[in-house]
Nanobody
Framework: QVQLVESGGGLVQPGGSLTLSCAASGSIANFDYMAWYRQAPGKERELVAGISRGGSTKYGDSVKGRFTISRDDAKNTLYLQMNSLKPEDTAVYYC?????????WGQGTQVTVSS
């Protein structure tokens, strides 16, 4: 069983930055894939960014060049650095892990971009 706890969300003005963290209960060095998803009101959950065990990254088209996903295996933590935030980035952001054929989700953290 893997437990994931997100933190770092909040209210930020357009053009601002936030860094989300996802602390995992297990050793993330063993996880096959880790990712950030988001879900805005009335919309489907979408992939924001993902990172493989080998460090390969993938980004959603709407965040390329603005967001950066990274992992610190020593701290068992996944990060999402978000820059140049836009109102359309407003959503609940979820941490996602794939491990031994199962998928785990965190409880989510709210990000609101508004002036």
């Amino acid at each position: 069983q893997v437990q994931l706890v997100e933190s770092g969300g909040g209210l930020v003005q357009p053009g601002g930055s936030l860094t989300l963290s996802c602390a995992a209960s297990g050793s993330i060095a063993n996880f096959d894939y880790m990712a950030w998803y988001r879900q805005a009101p009335g919309k489907e959950r979408e992939l924001v960014a993902g990172i493989s065990r080998g460090g390969s990254t993938k980004y959603g088209d709407s965040v390329k060049g603005r967001f950066t996903i990274s992992r610190d295996d020593a701290k068992n933590t996944l990060y999402l650095q978000m820059n140049s935030l836009k109102p359309e980035d407003t959503a609940v952001y979820y941490c996602n892990v794939k491990f031994v054929g199962r998928t785990y989700w965190g409880q989510g953290t709210q990000v609101t971009v508004s002036s």
